[in-house]
């Protein structure tokens, strides 16, 4: 158990302890008054254009009516037709996955510039009205930070210790990224081919192949995207 935590929050014993205390003050923030939190506008918008069908829902709810990829709609169908449409309930998944992207975070600073840097990132993450506000919205903004953080914390994992599940993590938090927002794609496109440059040469082609299998999957959104 010890072992298991030290990989999913590494650095030193204080690192450790001001992280965990930032982070449940991150949490505090996001959930005080959780239950009084009513839905905005662009959440009540995503609500109406859910339909009983997964395929009505994206047909028109997705393809019609919008003008984003279909992950969030989708994920949003699935979520509400199991647990109901209590805002609460419907801002739950994106909260707890904007907390999930502080902690990723503040992994990927830890790596790249050393734990005064990621301390300081995640204190800004972590109380900034901006991030939490957003945390707090059913909306793909949460989403794409988390695949986001995941798809970077991956990367420098796999830069580290080439693993098959590392490549697969990368994979799946492209793959996640693109089907939640354009600019989230955006963002994963041009990590994919940064880390590219930066790999040694048979990460490289493991890379690509991830990259061109991703490019593939992706090819079902593009008739949605040329329709919206």
Same mark, same amino acid.
């Given at each position: 158990m010890r072992a298991l935590l030290d990989r999913a929050v590494p650095g030193s014993t204080s690192e450790k302890r001001w992280f965990f205390l930032l982070f449940l003050l991150a949490a505090a923030l996001r959930f005080a008054g959780y239950g009084r939190i009513d839905l905005q506008h662009d959440e009540i918008s995503a609500l109406v254009r859910i339909?009983?069908?997964?395929?009505?829902?994206?047909?028109?709810?997705?393809?019609?009516r919008?003008?984003?990829?279909?992950?969030?709609?989708?994920?949003?169908?699935?979520?509400?037709?199991?647990?109901?449409?209590?805002?609460?309930?419907?801002?739950?998944?994106?909260?707890?996955?904007? !907390? @999930? %992207?502080?902690?990723?975070?503040?992994?990927?600073?830890?790596?790249?510039?050393?734990?005064?840097?990621?301390l300081v990132t995640t204190v800004f993450l972590a109380t900034l009205q901006y991030t939490v506000m957003y945390h707090q919205l059913a909306r793909p903004y949460a989403a794409g930070a988390f695949t986001i953080a995941l798809l970077a914390d991956q990367l420098l994992a796999y830069r580290e210790s080439p693993t098959r599940c590392r490549l697969l993590g990368i994979?799946?938090?492209? !793959? @996640? %990224?693109?089907?939640?927002?354009?600019?989230s794609l955006l963002t994963a496109g041009l990590m994919m081919g940064s880390a590219l440059l930066w790999s040694a040469p048979d990460q490289r082609r493991s890379l690509l192949g991830v990259s061109a299998i991703c490019a593939l999957l992706y090819l079902p959104n593009i008739p949605i995207f040329l329709h919206q």
């Open positions: 339909f009983p069908s997964a395929w009505e829902t994206l047909r028109v709810g997705v393809m019609e919008d003008t984003h990829p279909p992950g969030v709609q989708l994920f949003e169908w699935a979520w509400t037709g199991l647990f109901g449409m209590a805002p609460w309930v419907v801002k739950l998944p994106f909260t707890l996955m904007g !907390l @999930a %992207s502080i902690w990723l975070l503040y992994r990927v600073a830890l790596r790249l510039a050393g734990a005064q840097v990621a994979g799946i938090a492209a !793959l @996640a %990224s693109a089907y939640i927002h354009h600019f």
